[in-house]
Nanobody
Framework: QVQLVESGGGLVQAGGSLRLSCAAS????????MGWFRQAPGKEREFVAA????????YYADSVKGRFTISRDDAKNTVYLQMNSLKPEDTAVYYC???????????????WGKGTPVTVSS
């Protein structure tokens, strides 16, 4: 089992940038594929980005391609989400997720953090 704790959320103006962090503990970090999801008020949770266990492959939702970048630092047991050119539509609670396979991280992650809110103003 792995514990996930997000940080880095906050208020930002449209067009600005923000970097989210997710610290993992409990097992070897490299054993997990990692991902980010988000949930806006009144909407279902949606996939944002994911990285494979070895960090060689990344996946992004169409809505964030070219603006967001996911990365991982196994030495720090941390995954990041660099968010640039933020839009009001990006406003949501962002959740870190982990899965034991590269595929399941984008469909049904086994572990979740508690979330960190991101608000983008116009």
């Amino acid at each position: 089992q792995v514990q996930l704790v997000e940080s880095g959320g906050g208020l930002v103006q449209a067009g600005g940038s923000l970097r989210l962090s997710c610290a993992a503990s409990g097992r070897t970090f490299s054993s997990y594929a990692m991902g980010w999801f988000r949930q806006a008020p009144g909407k279902e949770r949606e996939f944002v980005a994911a990285t494979s266990r070895n960090g060689r492959s990344t996946y992004y939702a169409d809505s964030v391609k070219g603006r967001f970048t996911i990365s991982r630092d196994d030495a720090k047991n941390t995954v990041y989400l660099q968010m640039n050119s933020l839009k009001p539509e990006d406003t949501a609670v962002y959740y870190c997720a982990a899965a034991e396979t590269d595929y399941s991280v984008v469909t049904a992650p086994g572990y979740w953090g508690k979330g960190t809110p991101v608000t983008v103003s116009s």
